[in-house]
């Protein structure tokens, strides 16, 4: 699988995870017998990277063994008040 592939497929399975992933997890996600634990830890850093420098709502967190997209910690109070009122 093409790097340019790889990546959204990633970003996805994080993105819709209720749990941190780990990169065996995520290896075993892919299902592609060419995608290996260093081809995903790449794909993990250059994310993690992305998300910092264009200063998104959310990063990539590692939790334990795993990885998780989380909302940044600043916005929290925002996002608690928004649950409130629901």
């Known amino acids: 699988m ?3 592939q790889l990546t959204p497929l990633i970003e996805a399975l994080l993105f819709c995870a209720d749990q ?3 990169i065996r997890a995520l290896v075993k ?3 592609d017998p060419d995608v290996d634990k ?3 830890k790449a794909v993990l850093e250059a994310l993690r990277e992305n998300y910092e420098h264009a200063g998104r ?3 990539l967190t590692r939790l334990g063994n795993g ?3 989380l909302t940044r910690a600043r916005y ?8 409130k009122t629901r």
Do not use: C, K, S, W
Request: charged share 20%; net charge negative.
């Open 57 to 59: 709502g959310f990063e």
């Open 38 to 40: 260093t081809d995903v």
């Open 76 to 83: 929290a109070p925002m996002i608690e008040n928004m649950l």
């Open 67 to 69: 990885y998780q997209i």
């Open 20 to 22: 941190p992933l780990t």
């Open 29 to 31: 996600a892919v299902a």
């Open 2 to 4: 093409e790097r340019h």
